[in-house]
T-cell receptor, first 111, second 113 residues
Framework: TQLLEQSPQFLSIQEGENLTVYCNSSSVFSSLQWYRQEPGEGPVLLVTVVTGGEVKKLKRLTFQFGDARKDSSLHITAAQPGDTGLYLCAGAPNTGNQFYFGTGTSLTVIP | KAGVTQTPRYLIKTRGQQVTLSCSPISGHRSVSWYQQTPGQGLQFLFEYFSETQRNKGNFPGRFSGRQFSNSRSEMNVSTLELGDSALYLC????????????FGSGTQLSVL
């Protein structure tokens, strides 16, 4: 059972296009993180959001935490080939230290 | 500061064998978590150790076990390997507080034949 569902599962776009990745759950999370994983490597943290409705920007990446803290989105503006990778969301429930990872979105940006 | 180190990088075993994977966390980090990553299931939480004690455990059979040493290094053991255990096993370290940033190693790719 996956607590966090990501969509789309695969995404292939041209350089310069915009895209949005979604992370949805029926559970409430105290915080949510986004990671990017490149082939042959472990995931690397991009951002942590903790407040419902929070929006964080990291250069061309915009992250939003849903008001009810059940969902999140990642928007990339003017995608570049260097953005290629597996994007993972991870939620921390209100109790415990375990993170639940989403199913992942594999992004390919074509030059 | 050195990152999280996992050894070995690749491993090939046959069904029924057992395997031990090692993880050295970032210096000063006291929490080590283990995850299994497969194309179909994504990252699944195995267990977390903090100060040599298992603090959280995921929903995996008892064939999967782990331990943490006084220097925070951790090992994970899988006994009686099954074909379905083929996966990338990732270790992540953190300072140990609640819901802190996880630093992942590059993983051990285990293939069970």
């Amino acid at each position: 059972t996956q607590l966090l569902e990501q969509s789309p599962q695969f995404l292939s776009i041209q350089e310069g296009e915009n895209l949005t990745v979604y992370c949805n759950s029926s559970s409430v999370f105290s915080s949510l993180q986004w990671y990017r994983q490149e082939p042959g490597e472990g995931p690397v943290l991009l951002v942590t959001v903790v407040t419902g409705g929070e929006v964080k920007k990291l250069k061309r990446l915009t992250f939003q935490f849903g008001d009810a803290r059940k969902d999140s989105s990642l928007h990339i503006t003017a995608a570049q080939p260097g953005d290629t990778g597996l994007y993972l969301c991870a939620g921390a429930p209100n109790t415990g230290n375990q993170f639940y990872f989403g199913t992942g979105t594999s992004l390919t940006v074509i030059p | 500061k050195a990152g999280v180190t996992q050894t070995p990088r690749y491993l090939i075993k046959t069904r029924g064998q057992q395997v031990t994977l090692s993880c050295s966390p970032i210096s000063g980090h006291r929490s080590v978590s283990w995850y299994q990553q497969t194309p179909g299931q994504g990252l699944q939480f195995l267990f977390e150790y903090f100060s040599e004690t298992q603090r959280n455990k995921g929903n995996f059979p008892g064939r999967f076990s782990g331990r943490q040493f006084s220097n925070s290094r951790s090992e994970m053991n899988v006994s009686t390997l099954e074909l379905g255990d083929s996966a990338l096993y990732l270790c992540a370290s953190s300072l140990g507080g609640s819901r802190e940033k996880l630093f992942f190693g590059s993983g051990t790719q285990l293939s069970v034949l």
